[in-house]
């Protein structure tokens, strides 16, 4: 066998067999911690709303299982089943150049990409969340989404595709440190358009109208000596009942967005609160460290492809017979997230470090009690499971579980300031 393709195959069946494991164990978890709240929550969270949380997760996990193996087998018949080689055959009819082309395949594989997962953001959307009471999304909305973000990828992924495939044909051996720098400045580009050009296309951000609540987080964001281009409030009540608070965009271009479903739920202290959790994020540096761990990471894929992309027996044992510039590109971007799996525990922790570092910076600034109280009111209403299986949730999860935080934002407040 073609060593590509058992490396391939080995790759799939440890991530499959990795996350089929973890997701039983969650679940397990979840469902011997269902009839009792942890005690440190008990006088905040009623019974049936922790049962909702472990219902709501448990379906998550059941729908991102059957979804992953979905995926995979879509991943195989694109492969090994020769899904790839009959939409590149079907292009290279037009005998177009072949940048124009690959082009014209890379587009073409990520719109039925989209189309094939359908079923599964459409169940998501009207099954799940509308099941649980988080569905605010109407079909034209749905729709309007769809339409928009192919429209996007049309304008931002043509001009991109077209610049990285031809300096993979044009600008020699090292063409892959090339293609990284153009990656790297798009990547740049986008955090700052986006806040400005690209969400508001999807939704609607006003400036904050409560003076009250104005006037605390400017003087908030006096003390911290942060400025920001404007603190808006997003209809995200628009799609779902989940709430939310992000600080986002770059340089100049940095803006406060509260979700309206989160200003509904708090009350000033706790928006505070989980502002000033926010601003830690950018005193530490969070948002460069993430970046550069990105760069790094990018770096080295792209190196790795500049190498297999000489390699015949790549394409061969990954299902196409005849090897392109963009036929490669296509095999590394379905391939690398086999790769991708197994770093993510370490990209996860740095991220759970993260958060516990912006924890204490808003428990130096606000009330440490504040935050407490803002984080159990989001866990309630959001549903999030209290009980996470330990290890999958050093797997998978970006935020440490809500009673390490909590007890890490009480021992805060128990110091001496
Ligand atoms: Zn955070």
Redesign the pocket.
């Known amino acids: 066998m073609n060593l590509y393709t058992a490396i391939f195959l080995v790759m799939l069946l440890a991530t499959a067999l990795t996350q089929w494991w973890l997701a039983a164990r969650h679940m397990r978890y979840i469902r011997n911690h269902r009839g009792q709240v942890p005690a440190a929550f008990r006088d905040h969270i009623p019974l049936a709303s922790h049962r909702k949380a472990a219902d709501y997760t448990l379906a998550k996990t059941r729908l991102g299982l059957a979804e992953g193996a979905y995926g995979y087998l879509i991943l195989l018949a694109w492969t090994l089943g020769g899904g790839l080689a009959l939409l590149n055959g079907a292009w290279s009819q037009l005998e177009w150049s072949p940048l124009w082309t690959g082009v014209a395949v890379m587009l073409s594989l990520f719109m039925l990409s989209s189309l094939l997962d359908l079923p599964f953001s459409l169940y998501h959307t009207f099954g799940l969340e509308a099941r649980f009471g988080f569905n605010r999304t109407d079909l034209p909305t749905f729709i309007g989404d769809m339409l928009k973000n192919g429209l996007l990828l049309l304008l931002l992924g043509t001009p991109l595709i077209a610049v990285v495939l031809w300096l993979m044909q044009a600008s020699g051996s090292l063409w892959w440190l090339y293609v990284w720098i153009v990656w790297m400045g798009f990547t740049l580009l986008m955090l700052w358009a986006y806040p400005a050009f690209i969400a508001p296309l999807f939704n609607k951000f006003s400036p904050l109208e409560d003076n009250e609540l104005r006037q605390r987080i400017e003087s908030l964001l006096s003390r911290c000596g942060f400025t920001s281009n404007g603190i808006f409030v997003m209809d995200g009540s628009k799609r779902s009942g989940h709430g939310n608070a992000y600080f986002t965009g770059l340089g100049e271009n940095k803006r406060i967005v509260f979700f309206d479903t989160l200003l509904k739920s708090l009350d000033p202290d706790e928006v505070e609160a989980v502002l000033a959790?926010?601003l830690g994020?950018f005193k530490h540096k969070h948002v460069h460290k993430r970046l550069v761990s990105m760069a790094l990471l990018s770096l080295a894929g792209l190196a790795a492809l500049g190498w297999l992309i000489q390699q015949p027996a790549f394409f061969h044992g990954l299902g196409v017979n005849e090897p392109s510039l963009h036929m490669g590109l296509i095999l590394f971007l379905l391939v690398s997230p086999l790769f991708g799996f197994f770093l993510s525990p370490l990209m996860n922790a740095l991220s759970r470090k993260h958060?516990f570092e912006?924890d204490a910076y808003a428990a130096s600034q606000t009330r440490a009690g504040d935050l407490v109280q803002a984080l159990v009111k989001l866990y309630r209403e959001n549903a999030s499971t209290l009980t996470p299986d330990p290890l999958y949730s050093s797997f998978y999860d970006s935020h440490p579980p809500a009673p390490l935080r909590v007890a890490q934002l009480n021992a805060n407040t128990r110091q001496p300031a």
């Open positions: 959790h926010e994020h958060e912006a």
